[in-house]
C-alpha cells in the first residue's frame, strides 16, 4: 500500500492533464465505446461503489465521505458504479429530484467530480430505466455517465460494462408487484443474443493489457443473493472464451472477492454503497478470499503489468488487499508472482 500511495503521489501531478471522456462513433459493433487516457505514467486509479442511492440515509454520506478521501489519496481517475443507483425504484424521470438528493448531493467531494461510469441495477429496472440514460441528467451533473452496455477504452485496460438485469429470468417470469422497465429490451432472448455477440465481437479485438467486466448482478457470491445462475451459463463462457481477468459487481450489499477453480478469472463485489449488514453467508463452490457484509467500497489501482483492489469500510479502514501481476504472457515479468 505505501509503495502504491508513494507511486500514486509522484503520479498526481500528472493528473491535472487528465481529459474528459471523448465520444467515439460505435464501431461495427453495436456497443458504445468511451475514451478515458490513463495518466501520463500509464497508471489509472478509480473507486468502485454499488447499491448506494438512499439520500444518504444507511450510512451512504459516511461511505461518501471516505471515498471522497481516499479519493483524494490515490488521485483517482474516475468512479464505477455496479448499479441500483437509485432505491427503492429507480428514478421517476429525469425530473426526480432523488437524481439530486442521492447523488449530487451525497458525493460532493471535490476527488469525487470525476466522471463516474454507471450501469443500472434491477431496481433503477423498476423506475423510469430510461431517465437515467437520458443526456437531461449530464445538464443537472455531468459526471453522471450512464449506459446499459458500454464499453470504456482506458489504455492499459477495458471496461465492458454489460447490462445484467435482462438475464435474470425471474424479473420476466415472476416480477411479483414489481414492473420491470423493458423498453429497448424485449424480447430477452434476442436483447441477451446480440448483447453476447457484440461483448464478444469487442472482447476478440481488445488488445489492452487488462480486460474487466463490470455488471450489476453476482457471478458468483456468498451473501443473500448467491450466484446468478443465468450469467455463470451465459455470459461467463464469453468472459472465459476472451481472458478476462476480473468480474466486478454489486448486487449483494457486501464486499466479497473470489477466486474461480476453472479458470483465472477474479470476482469482485463492491455493493457496500449504502443498506448492509444481511447477516447471510451460504458458501458455493469457488474459492472464498474475503467476505465482509457491511457498507464500504473498493479502489483499483492499474499500471500496465500489476493491479491492486482494495477494500475499505464505511470509516475509511483498509479491510483487504489484492494484487496480481497480468497474466497476458507479453507483460508477464520473469519473477512472476502473484501476492495477496
Ligand atoms: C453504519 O456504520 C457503522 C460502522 O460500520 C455501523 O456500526 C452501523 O451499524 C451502520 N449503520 C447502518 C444503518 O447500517
Known amino acids: 500500500m505505501a509503495q502504491g500511495s508513494a507511486a500514486m503521489a509522484a503520479a498526481a501531478f500528472f493528473a491535472l492533464l487528465a481529459v474528459a471522456p471523448l465520444l467515439c462513433a460505435p464501431a461495427a459493433a453495436e456497443l458504445v465505446r468511451l475514451e478515458h487516457l490513463a495518466k501520463n505514467d500509464g497508471s489509472l486509479s478509480l ?20 471515498m471522497g478521501k481516499v479519493g483524494e489519496q490515490l488521485n ?11 432505491y427503492e425504484n429507480g428514478l421517476t424521470g429525469t425530473d426526480d429530484q432523488a437524481f439530486e438528493q442521492s447523488f449530487t448531493d451525497i458525493y460532493t467531494a471535490k476527488s469525487l467530480q470525476k466522471p463516474w461510469y454507471l450501469v443500472l441495477g434491477n431496481h433503477d429496472y423498476r423506475g423510469d430505466a430510461l431517465a437515467q440514460l437520458s443526456p ?16 470504456v477504452n482506458a489504455e492499459i485496460v477495458d471496461f465492458f460494462f454489460v447490462d445484467t ?4 429470468l425471474k424479473y420476466w ?25 457484440d461483448l464478444d465481437e469487442a472482447m476478440k479485438k481488445s488488445s489492452a493489457a487488462w480486460k474487466i467486466v463490470v455488471g450489476h ?3 458468483r457470491s456468498v451473501s443473500d443473493h448467491g450466484d446468478t445462475k443465468e450469467l455463470l451459463q451465459l455470459l ?14 454489486g448486487h449483494d450489499h457486501c464486499l466479497e472477492h473470489i477466486s474461480s477453480r476453472d479458470s483465472p478469472i477474479q470476482y469482485f463485489t463492491s455493493g457496500g454503497g449504502s443498506r448492509a449488514w444481511r447477516g447471510f453467508f451460504q458458501p458455493n463452490e469457488d474459492k472464498l478470499k474475503f467476505f465482509y457484509d457491511g457498507q464500504g467500497f473498493m479502489s483499483l489501482q492499474l499500471q500496465q503489468d500489476q493491479a491492486e483492489f482494495t477494500f475499505y469500510d464505511a470509516d475509511g479502514n ?23
Open 47 to 66: 473507486l468502485v461503489v454499488g447499491d448506494w442511492g438512499r439520500k444518504g440515509t444507511y450510512n451512504q454520506s459516511r461511505v461518501a465521505h471516505q
Open 76 to 86: 483517482i481517475d474516475f468512479v464505477i458504479s455496479t448499479g441500483d443507483n437509485f
Open 173 to 197: 417470469t415472476h416480477p411479483k408487484d414489481d414492473h420491470y422497465d423493458w423498453r429497448g429490451v424485449a424480447p430477452r432472448e434476442k436483447y441477451i443474443n446480440n448483447l453476447l455477440k
Open 318 to 340: 483498509i479491510l483487504y488487499q489484492y494484487s496480481q501481476w497480468s497474466l497476458r504472457e507479453t507483460y508477464l515479468r520473469p519473477s512472476y508472482v502473484a501476492k495477496e
Open 236 to 249: 461467463l463462457p464469453v468472459l472465459q472464451a476472451n481472458g478476462v481477468d476480473f468480474y466486478i459487481n
Open 165 to 168: 438485469t435482462p438475464f435474470q
Open 136 to 151: 437531461v441528467l449530464q445538464k443537472i451533473d455531468s459526471r453522471f455517465i450512464c449506459m446499459k452496455s458500454f464499453i
Open 217 to 219: 448482478h453476482t457471478m
